[in-house]
């Protein structure tokens, strides 16, 4: 992915507040643990908000408008633009829907075309609520897991076909892949379409961390992947992860395809209501207004994925570590350590570093941490201190 705006990203500072003053957020990640634990495992960034963001939201509260949220056209054209600017994707505005976030948004279509006990598909290791919103559904769930060379990871579509001939209904695609990195190539995706289009299987694209690839990296928005991908699938996308907003509750739901739109219509209109007007109005201005902003952080975040590599060297604990083409997920493989118990407790008890566990993610997933580097040096830093002092 090439940087829109290279320009202007040493015209933008990209900062993180003293370890005190993010201690005084209100936000999950700053209240789960007791103050001297140093959470990692969530899924937001540190940064502070961008500009714009922060202008519009301020203007809202200056101007007493915090109520429901109703027509807002500036939000499917923002998506249009930023998907055709970033990623070469035309994206009818009246093709998009919006929902409160995207696991309501899964959640949703999904209700639409299956009934208590049918198989959706997953590929392990995977975003552990994708287990949540299948346990919601009443579904049963199938795992094809990822295939893994050397911590490169990428589809098994031996095992996705076997899969899809017991009767899977939907497969809920992870794209990029949450918490390995990995990105798909535009073959592979056109691959898996015509696979699900063989099986009758929808492919729910969960394409919330798509903003956020590296720029040696390419992306390709799964129903760009063909016209058959626009025919068997349905993406959910966010500005909520590459912005920095997830806790004001938007997402996006795009269909292509005549017989995929005639889901989408299905939805009830609550799904639409019950996203927040602050969150569909600041992604709006993040789409629109918030570029240069997103390609600085693409670049921090580029050079903290290195400095962690860094670190993790000099442990000289043997601790494998590849840098992710996506997102802002270290994903530390700790197999050759022999662990034994509980390691996300004793990483709390004996290092004072909270880290999501590789279990969590699915069995594939065992021996291995997610740690969030997308924060100040100095955090990155002491972080891997207290995990090195743990294993030591």
């Given at each position: 992915m090439k940087l829109l705006y290279p320009s202007s990203v040493s015209e933008i500072k990209i900062s993180v507040p003293p370890l005190a003053k993010l201690q005084s957020r209100w936000s999950e990640k700053w209240r789960a643990f007791d103050p001297e634990i140093l959470p990692m495992p969530f899924a937001v960034m540190d940064y502070e908000l961008a500009a714009p963001i922060k202008a519009t939201l301020t203007s809202l509260i200056e101007n007493s408008d915090a109520g429901y949220l109703g027509k807002i056209p500036e939000l499917p054209e923002g998506l249009a633009h930023f998907a055709k600017a970033r990623w070469g994707w035309d994206i009818n505005p009246s093709q998009v829907k919006i929902a409160p976030d995207v696991g309501v948004g899964v959640i949703e279509i999904a209700r639409?075309?299956?009934?208590?006990?049918?198989?959706?598909?997953?590929?392990?290791?995977?975003?552990?609520?994708?287990?949540?919103?299948?346990?919601?559904?009443?579904?049963?769930?199938?795992?094809?897991?990822?295939?893994?060379n050397n911590l490169r990871y990428e589809l098994?579509?031996?095992?996705?076909?076997?899969?899809?001939?017991?009767?899977?209904?939907?497969?809920?695609?992870?794209?990029?892949?949450?918490?390995?990195?990995?990105?798909?190539?535009?073959?592979?995706?056109?691959?898996?379409?015509?696979?699900?289009?063989?099986?009758?299987?929808?492919?729910?694209?969960?394409?919330?961390?798509?903003?956020?690839?590296?720029?040696?990296?390419?992306?390709?928005?799964?129903?760009?992947?063909?016209?058959?991908?626009?025919?068997?699938?349905?993406?959910?996308?966010?500005?909520?992860?590459?912005?920095?907003?997830?806790?004001?509750?938007?997402a996006q739901?795009?269909?292509?395809?005549?017989?995929?739109?005639?889901?989408?219509?299905?939805?009830?209109?609550?799904?639409?209501?019950?996203?927040?007007?602050?969150?569909?109005?600041?992604?709006?201005?993040?789409?629109?207004?918030c570029g240069p902003w997103l390609d600085a952080v693409i670049v921090e975040l580029d050079s903290s994925r290195k400095y962690l590599k860094e670190l993790i060297d000099k442990t000289k604990l043997n601790i494998k570590y590849r840098e992710p083409d996506a997102s802002y997920f270290g994903w530390l493989d700790l197999r050759e350590l022999h662990l034994e118990g509980d390691i996300a407790n004793r990483f709390i008890s004996e290092g004072k570093i909270a880290v999501a566990p590789g279990n969590y993610y699915g069995p594939s997933g065992t021996g291995f941490i997610r740690m969030n580097f997308a924060t100040s040096r100095e955090l990155i830093t002491e972080a891997v201190t207290r995990i090195a002092k743990t294993l030591s």
């Open positions: 639409l075309i299956t009934k208590p006990g049918d198989k959706i598909l997953i590929n392990t290791p995977v975003y552990y609520n994708f287990y949540n919103w299948i346990s919601e559904l009443h579904c049963t769930l199938v795992d094809a897991p990822l295939k893994e098994d579509f031996a095992a996705i076909e076997a899969s899809y001939a017991t009767g899977v209904k939907v497969h809920i695609l992870c794209n990029p892949h949450n918490p390995v990195g990995a990105l798909f190539t535009k073959s592979e995706l056109a691959e898996l379409a015509e696979l699900a289009k063989k099986y009758g299987v929808l492919i729910a694209s969960d394409e919330i961390h798509a903003p956020l690839v590296y720029r040696e990296n390419t992306f390709t928005p799964f129903l760009d992947a063909s016209e058959t991908a626009r025919e068997v699938g349905i993406a959910f996308l966010s500005a909520t992860k590459a912005f920095n907003i997830a806790g004001l509750k938007c739901i795009v269909a292509q395809s005549d017989q995929m739109l005639k889901i989408t219509e299905r939805l009830p209109l609550a799904v639409h209501s019950r996203a927040s007007l602050f969150g569909a109005v600041a992604s709006s201005v993040a789409y629109k207004e």
